[in-house]
């Protein structure tokens, strides 16, 4: 069974840190990209950042960049987002999903196959 549990989500001052995590189980990371995505209630679904498989290279969205850090342990099949300066806006579910390719890695949805349940992030004072 393929299957991703996301955690660590909470509620975070704006300025504050969390940092999320997506374990995945039925198979390994070494053959998956992993995508985080995030959506807030009425909006659409908005890609946050990513992380290949093949030689952990990384995206990030204009929106998050320079304050999320995307990063993997292979031997723990884990994938963490560190998510530093928090604004109000970055409110949402937060999601991973799994896709198998072997390139450089994109947050556009459809590529993703597989996606865990979700994780509240809320960024209020």
């Known amino acids: 069974q393929l299957q991703l549990v996301e955690s660590g989500g909470g509620l975070v001052q704006p300025g504050g840190s969390l940092r999320l995590s997506c374990a995945v189980s039925?198979?390994?990371?070494?053959?998956?990209?992993i995508g985080w995505f995030r959506q807030a209630p009425g909006k659409e679904r908005e890609g946050v950042s990513c992380?290949?498989?093949?030689?952990?290279?990384?995206y990030y969205a204009d929106s998050v960049k320079g304050r999320f850090t995307i990063s993997r342990d292979n031997a723990k099949n884990t994938v963490i987002l560190q998510m530093n300066s928090l604004k109000p806006e970055d409110t949402a579910v937060y999601y991973c999903?799994?896709?198998?390719?072997?390139?450089?890695?994109?947050?556009?949805?459809?590529?993703?196959?597989?996606w865990g349940q979700g994780t509240q992030v809320t960024v209020s004072s």
């Open positions: 999903a799994a896709d198998r390719a072997f390139g450089p890695c994109t947050v556009v949805a459809g590529p993703y196959d597989y």
């Open positions: 039925g198979f390994t990371l070494d053959y998956y990209a």
């Open positions: 992380i290949s498989s093949s030689d952990g290279s990384t």
